[in-house]
T-cell receptor
C-alpha cells in the first residue's frame, strides 16, 4: 500500500535538544516537502526538495535542517535554535516538484516542549 | 514571496445550507489547488484548476477559477456533517519555482 509514513506521531523536546522527525514515502515521488502548522493557521513551508541530493529553504527555514540522501526519505531536524518548535509538522510528496501536481501528506508529527 | 488571502477564516452553517470560501491573490496565478483537512487529520487533495474561468464539479462541490487567474472559490451545496473541516487553497505564482503557498484556510462547522 503506497503512502507517506511520518514518525513518531508525538514527540517531546527538552531545552537545548535537537530532535529529528522521520518522513518516508514509497510512492516513487521526486519531490518532498516539510510544513509547519500552528493551531488555526495554514501550512507554512519549511524546506522542500525537488530531487534527491538537493533541497531548498522555504519560508520559515531558520532553526531547521534537512537532508535528502535517498529518494524515499526526507528527515527534518528541529534544532535548539528554533525557539518556538511546538507545532504540528506535516511531510508531503509529489510526483514532480514544480507545483503542477497534487501533494500527498503524511499523518503528521506533533512536537511539544517539555 | 507569493501572498494569498483566504476568506472567511471561520464559517458556521446549519446542515443543508450552502457554503463558499474564497481565495484571492494580488498576482496572476499559474494554477490553484484545493485541499480538505478533517479535524485531527492531514490535508487531502481535492482538485486543481489551471485555465482562466475554469469550473469543475465534484458532486456537491463546485470549484471556480477567476477569469484573471487571481482568485478562486469553492462552493458546497447543501452541506452535510461530513463536510466539516478546514478547506485550504494552495497557489503557484509565476515565480514560485515549484513552491505552493497555502492560504490560512476556512474552518467549516456544520450544525446538525
Amino acid at each position: 500500500d503506497g503512502g507517506i509514513t511520518q514518525s513518531p506521531k508525538y514527540l517531546f523536546r527538552k531545552e537545548g535538544q535537537n530532535v529529528t522527525l522521520s518522513c518516508e514515502q514509497n510512492l516513487n515521488h521526486d519531490a518532498m516537502y516539510w510544513y509547519r502548522q500552528d493551531p488555526g493557521q495554514g501550512l507554512r513551508l519549511i524546506y522542500y526538495s525537488q530531487i534527491v541530493n538537493d533541497f531548498q529553504k522555504g519560508d520559515i527555514a531558520e532553526g531547521y535542517s534537512v537532508s535528502r540522501e535517498k529518494k524515499e526519505s526526507f528527515p527534518l531536524t528541529v534544532t535548539s535554535a528554533q525557539k518556538n518548535p511546538t507545532a504540528f509538522y506535516l511531510c508531503a510528496s509529489s510526483i514532480e516538484g514544480w507545483g503542477n501536481q497534487p501533494q500527498h501528506f503524511g499523518d503528521g508529527t506533533r512536537l511539544s516542549i517539555l | 514571496g507569493q501572498q494569498v488571502m483566504q476568506i472567511p477564516q471561520y464559517q458556521h452553517v446549519q446542515e443543508g445550507e450552502d457554503f463558499t470560501t474564497y481565495c484571492n491573490s494580488s498576482t496572476t496565478l499559474s494554477n490553484i489547488q484545493w485541499y480538505k483537512q478533517r479535524p485531527g487529520g492531514h490535508p487531502v487533495f481535492l482538485i486543481q484548476l489551471v485555465k482562466s474561468g475554469e469550473v469543475k464539479k465534484q458532486k456537491r462541490l463546485t470549484f471556480q477559477f477567476g477569469e484573471a487567474k487571481k482568485n478562486s472559490s469553492l462552493h458546497i451545496t447543501a452541506t452535510q456533517t461530513t463536510d466539516v473541516g478546514t478547506y485550504f487553497c494552495a497557489v503557484k505564482g509565476g515565480t514560485s519555482y515549484g513552491k505552493l503557498t497555502f492560504g490560512q484556510g476556512t474552518i467549516l462547522t456544520v450544525h446538525p
